[in-house]
């Protein structure tokens, strides 16, 4: 086989793993769009936070210990102990469902029926205030996040490739991880939302607000759900780029890298929310691999923009979005 | 007092009273909705809620619903005081309702919209579900039986897996009445179940009604503004004019009581 061929299917599989860690972030938009018709600017920063989370608690730090050393004047910075990765993901989770009740308890309750850029202001105001917090809490230096999961070059297919093409394919074995949590969390979400009581009140809620208080449904229950959802899902997404490059400021960036996947999958769909990803991750390397090298590169920070203009022109409610049905 | 048993005409029982209203006053700022109302709803009756529009009947079966609470008077349900409750609260005891506007959720299958009345009788808790075994799955068999059944009762199986966005005004009130029986509710509430309807779908939408009181024995409370219908329908009615109460009795008792004439043919003022 071409050398040609084969580098460029090994940029189509990295591609698409970059794809799945991309529709990680994009499901916790669509999670809480698809509730509440709320754009949640702060999914980001919730990824953020978590990662932030789970590293402190991993490490034993004392929450807000700057703080505390600043006010009292003492000197407290450890707990003195550590806590195994599995645990800390699960406390951290039960942070993520104390912070999705305390949004909805403070903010969105209050909120309800107002236009939708009221409600993706405050979003912004919130992306902005847990950015603060999660640095008073824990610090804001740049964090190295390791919760066991494997990293580094799959050898097995680096040798299987070589033994069958001559030609070794470099697959890190987090994306591999990544792929294989994205796929289950995908394919549970779409159980859940289609054929479980709560789901179908989730989709109930999105749907009309008085209907779903008319069987039974409470608002604030599905509401608070929904935010620990989307919660969970900021905190896999943290994991996996948290571990990848570091728990620091910019992972929150990785939110504005799931504004074209969104367009191209469509705001309402958590399928497509995933093949929007695939599109995106495997588009944007095919496109560096081909024609970046003869512009001059780094195609990566546009291409994923431009994909998603076009498609707003000829489809804009994206690949898997619900049809605009409108009876006059 | 509650009332004896009562066989009507067709066979019918009527039992106690399950609801009372009891001197409800509903404002809004300064205008009142309804003015120091007192009635009662029997278990298994037909009972019509009548009178022009801005009457205030809406306003009374959303303070019923727990979507307006009233400023004055008491609500008991079953024999007991009612305290403030949510819309959703009054749904989980049993209190089912539909609106007049329709309100269904559009972007749904009929199937799925008529699983969500099942809301209630859904127990399984949420780790349960999330990871669907079980518990979970065997209730969702069990509900998606009674389900059907609802569905075939109004005669919608053919529309099952059909959008709500894409049916007609006709079809989606049936719908909505099959969701709401989904709930099993022990009150059915019907917000003008036959307005804007044709005069055929009018007749079913009436031959459904009957068939639900007649087969499960389900309490109903409707609104209707169409005298006509109601006077087929119901057993009996209570007549709003101006938030008040103007008459409240059988049919036949309503349609000869001077006060309900004039609200409804205008008094000449000399």
Known sequence: MPDQLLFGMEVVLNGLMAGVLYALVALGFVLIYKASGIFNYAQGVMALFAAMTLVGIMEGNVPFSHLINAVFGTQVHHFGWQVPGIAAVALTMIVMVALAWVVNQLIFRHLVNQAPIILFMATIGLAYFLEGFGDVMWGSDIKKLDVGLPQGLNTVIDDLTYGLFGYGFFIDNLDIVATVVAALLVGSLVVFAQYSKQGRAMRAVADDHQAALSVGVSLNFIWVMVWSLAGFVALVAGIMWGTKSGVQFSLSLIALKALPVLMLGGFTSIPGAIVGGLIIGVGEKLFEFSVGTMVGGATENWFAYVLALIFLVFRPQGLFGEKIIERV | ?270
């Open chain 2, 1 to 270: 007092m509650v009332p004896e048993d009562t066989i009507t005409e067709d066979g019918r029982k009527i039992g106690g009273v399950v609801m009372e209203m009891k001197n409800i006053t509903l404002r809004f700022g300064g205008v009142v909705a309804i003015k120091d109302i007192s009635f009662d709803i029997r278990q298994g009756e037909i009972r019509a809620i009548i009178g022009p529009n801005g009457a205030g009947k809406s306003s009374m079966l959303n303070v019923i619903s727990g979507f307006y609470h009233p400023q004055e008077g008491e609500v008991w349900y079953q024999g007991k005081r009612r305290p403030p409750m949510k819309p959703f609260e009054v749904a989980q005891q049993g209190i089912a309702r539909t609106f007049q506007n329709i309100a269904l959720f559009e972007g749904m299958t009929v199937l799925d919209n008529v699983m969500t009345g099942r809301f209630r009788q859904m127990k399984a808790g949420l780790f349960a579900q999330a990871i669907w075994k079980g518990s979970a799955e065997a209730e969702e068999m069990k509900n998606r039986e009674a389900v059907e059944k609802i569905i075939d009762f109004l005669e919608i199986q053919h529309i099952r897996k059909t959008p709500v966005g894409r049916l007609p005004y006709g079809l989606k009130k049936r719908v909505e009445l099959a969701r709401a029986l989904a709930a099993e509710p022990s009150i059915l509430l019907l917000d003008e179940p036959m307005a804007g309807m044709n005069v055929e779908e009018k007749e079913d939408m009436s031959r459904f009604i009957l068939d639900v009181n007649d087969e499960f024995g389900t309490t109903i409370a409707l609104i209707e503004h169409d005298m006509g219908v109601v006077m087929d329908l119901s057993d009996r009615v209570v007549v709003m004019d101006y938030g008040r109460k103007i008459g409240d009795g059988t049919p036949d008792e309503v349609r000869t009581n001077q006060d309900v004439i004039d609200a409804y043919l205008g008094v000449a003022h000399d």
